[in-house]
């Protein structure tokens, strides 16, 4: 160093630049002058480094401090798990020079391969994990999972793609990734989360946004693996907060989306973090999120070769009718929100179709407590608000409520009203059903000028809102029978002397009167023998009708 600087007069020299520090470079001088001191796993990296930034090979003399630096890596680091990720992460200080000599990948490369043998030996426990509690399974998989969690974001990226190139377990690597997450990410969010004052990442959440994106890329494919929801979750939470790239949360939420079945109520309700005021949760992403998911859906079924796979019970159709009560149920949970406006609620609604829904009870609750939380709508916006509801496809019981529903316009009351009572008497006279099912086989005939794959889109269709109308149909039977036990009951229970049992079945299909005794003028007459026979009229009549 002397010699390169050709300075005659140099008295002092500057070793700021010397791999390690001034302490390594304690320690190289020692190694020349023949004093002991023990080479260990926190100072072989520094060591190394410096002997190379030194030029301290066998040149100058047999087993040089590169040479012995090296024999420790092979001999003592490379066959542990543990030495290597150890040594690999006291690199970060040493860059570029540990590049150079090639340290990271010969940690990185044993650590895969040590973690290759770990995977073997293990097998047989790992058989025995499977059928044991799900706490015997935690402890299978963390064989090295917490070692790995010390690394910076950047090694342990290179360090899971050789663990996926290698052939390690799905499974142990979803293992780490929520482990290091949990690690590394660690109390951030909560001081954040309904501050209304938040508006930009603060300087400390840039390295939490860059370690979100990785861990998001590492993520196996969903077809090979099942990432925990609820991790999916969390790291959407937090990549909202840091400001993720976009790309970055949407590849979430469409892992998300590929599952959105399974998915709790709890897990949607995401808050938001922008100041915009239109809201307290963050709706537009649970509506990217269902986006996609119908998007999943349309794909499955354009696979389909034919209507076999379509059934009432196929695992399509059920996916898309727990989705429809999950989402309905969304909405009744955002729906007291003060803050949220007309436009994004509705957005929310128009986006599931028709077919998701057997009933609209769920809707309506949501649109209900919508009208509750927001008393300053105006009758346009209210009409606007229920014309999402399809009034054929409410139940008794919401018909009841809706009938009474003060908050409603006054059309929509009428529309229920009026749709309730054909339904009832459609349904009393048998014809309902063969109706609907005559109507929308007639009209969905197709023209002979449709090409063939809009005839199939056609037909797809109409079997989809007949599978859909059969369930309706189910319903209603359903309610039906439950009505049908009620007057029973209810005949046992009277004397004969009251109101007939078409009071029980709506209290708004009374204001219309629809089957009142025309001829009712007649039983006006008093004395007990009119008594009597109005008594047996009233019991006659029930009777057939039941």
Not at 64 to 76: G, K, S, Y
Not at 112 to 120: D, I, K, P, V, Y
Not at 353 to 360: K, W
Not at 406 to 412: A, F, I, S
Request: one cysteine or more; aromatic letters at 6%.
């Amino acid at each position: 160093m002397v010699a390169d600087a050709n300075d005659p007069n140099l008295s002092e020299l500057d070793l700021n630049h010397v791999p390690g520090g001034p302490e390594t470079f304690e320690l190289a001088a020692k190694f020349c002058y023949g004093m002991n001191f023990e080479i260990t796993t926190t100072n072989v990296a520094r060591l190394r480094c410096v002997a190379e930034y030194l030029e301290m090979t066998e040149d100058y003399r047999e087993e040089n401090l590169i040479a012995r630096t090296e024999t420790f890596l092979d001999e003592v680091v490379s066959p542990s798990l543990e030495k290597s990720v150890q040594v690999l992460s006291s690199c970060d200080a040493l860059l570029p020079t540990a590049e150079e000599v090639g340290i990271p990948d010969k940690c990185i490369d044993a650590i895969t391969r040590n973690a290759c043998q770990e995977q073997l030996v293990s097998s047989l426990s790992r058989l025995d994990c499977d059928s044991g509690s799900l706490e015997l399974k935690d402890r299978c998989l963390e064989w090295w999972v917490e070692d790995l969690s010390v690394l910076s974001i950047d090694f342990y990226r290179r360090v899971i793609m050789a663990m996926g190139h290698v052939g390690v377990h799905i499974d142990s690597i979803i293992a780490s990734l929520m482990h290091y997450a949990q690690v590394s990410l660690k109390g951030i969010g909560k001081p954040q989360i309904w501050n209304p004052a938040r508006s930009y990442p603060c300087k400390g959440e840039k390295g939490q946004r860059t370690i979100i994106e990785t861990l998001v890329s590492l993520l196996p494919p969903e077809k090979s693996s099942s990432v925990p929801l609820n991790f999916l979750f969390g790291m959407l939470r937090i990549g909202i907060m840091v400001d993720a790239t976009l790309a970055c949360r949407l590849e979430i939420e469409r892992r998300i989306a590929f599952r959105l079945e399974m998915v709790l109520l709890d897990d949607l309700l995401i808050p938001s973090v922008q100041t915009t005021g239109d809201s307290l949760f963050d709706v537009d992403t649970v509506k990217r999120i269902l986006i996609h998911f119908l998007q999943r859906i349309d794909q499955e079924e354009n696979e389909d070769c034919g209507y076999e796979s379509e059934g009432i019970d196929s695992p399509s159709h059920g996916a898309l009718l727990k989705v429809g009560r999950l989402i309905d149920t969304y909405l009744a949970e955002i729906a007291p929100d003060p803050y949220l406006s007309l436009d994004k609620f509705t957005a929310m609604i128009s986006v599931l179709p028709d077919y998701a829904r057997i009933i609209d009870d769920g809707l309506y609750r949501a649109i209900d407590v919508y009208l509750k939380a927001h008393p300053t709508l105006s009758e346009h916006e209210a009409k606007k608000l229920c014309k999402f509801i399809d009034c054929q496809k409410l139940s008794q019981e919401a018909c009841n409520h809706a009938a009474q529903n003060e908050r409603l316009p006054v059309q929509m009351t009428v529309r229920v009203l009026y749709f309730e009572q054909l339904c009832l008497k459609n349904a009393l006279s048998g014809s309902c059903g063969d109706t609907f099912v005559s109507q929308k086989i007639s009209s969905g005939l197709t023209s002979a000028a449709m090409s063939p794959r809009d005839t199939y889109a056609s037909l797809r269709r109409e079997n989809r809102e007949l599978k859909l109308e059969i369930s309706r149909m189910r319903v209603r039977l359903s309610d039906l029978e439950k009505e049908q036990v009620f007057m029973k009951q209810g005949m046992m229970d009277k004397t004969g002397h009251g109101k007939t049992f078409l009071t029980s079945l709506s209290r708004g299909i009374g204001r219309f009167g629809i089957f009142g005794n025309p001829s009712g003028e007649k039983h006006h007459k008093s004395g007990r023998k009119s008594r009597t026979s109005e008594g047996k009229t009233g019991r006659s009549r029930r009777y057939s009708l039941s």
